[in-house]
């Protein structure tokens, strides 16, 4: 595999198929494709359609897509080891049971809401107690989540959490006005986030697109947009792989990983 167009984008499985890294279950086309792809343009195919855009009730599924444009409080290297290079730029165990962290100063959601301490812990609250949450049952253990500043972040625990830092990689970071407005099925058709892309627009049924967010507070996205649409059939996933109608595609079975690779599986 090659990177060809993907600079810029983190965390995601298409963000690391771009990269060069092969993933259980998923490819990218090298230059064996014969067809001609718009280095503007990554085409991505997915074994199913979202079902929601929601960080907070979503399947994680679903995450391909919001995840470029909407960022976890901490960002994590290829080990999945928490780094200090993302909303989250430091943090402090100060007693057993009481965690201080530091957000980045001066980052705003594309609607122009600061995402500041308050929004973490609107966020965090969100996935601690809504009935809904994916994550509701990783977050008991969490007594309160405080906001003295706009770039503190204060957690206290029940009992002593070593890992505390690492599960603040799966929380993603929402607008609390527009999520209270719009509610989870408005979000979930219009997300908004502090990430490297903003969301265009889907058409029913057909695909989901994101562009490159000109406003971004890292480094900017290499590729301009990202088109994922889906194909329960993983033949037809491997086809427009092959014939370069795909960029990156999920959920291969091995034996279709394996055709891909050989030399003569063009």
Known sequence: MFNRKGKGMRRSATVL????LMLPGLAACGSDSSATSSSDTLRVVL????TTLDPIAGARSGQVVWDTVIEPLVHTDLDLEPTKDGLVTDWERTDDTTWSLTLRDGVTFSNGEPADAEAAVFALTKVRDEPTSILKSFWTN???FEAPDPTTLVIKTKAPQYDLVNN???IYMIPPKYYEEQGPEGF???PIGTGPYLFEGQRAGRDMTVVRNGDYWGD???TEKIVYSWSSEASQRLALLRSGSADVVYDLPPPSRKKRRRPDSR
């Open 17 to 20: 198929a771009v990269a060069g």
């Open 47 to 50: 074994a199913a359609q979202p």
């Open 142 to 144: 969490a007594e309160s």
């Open 168 to 170: 603040l990689g799966t």
């Open 188 to 190: 979930s058709a219009a």
């Open 220 to 222: 900017a996205a290499e």
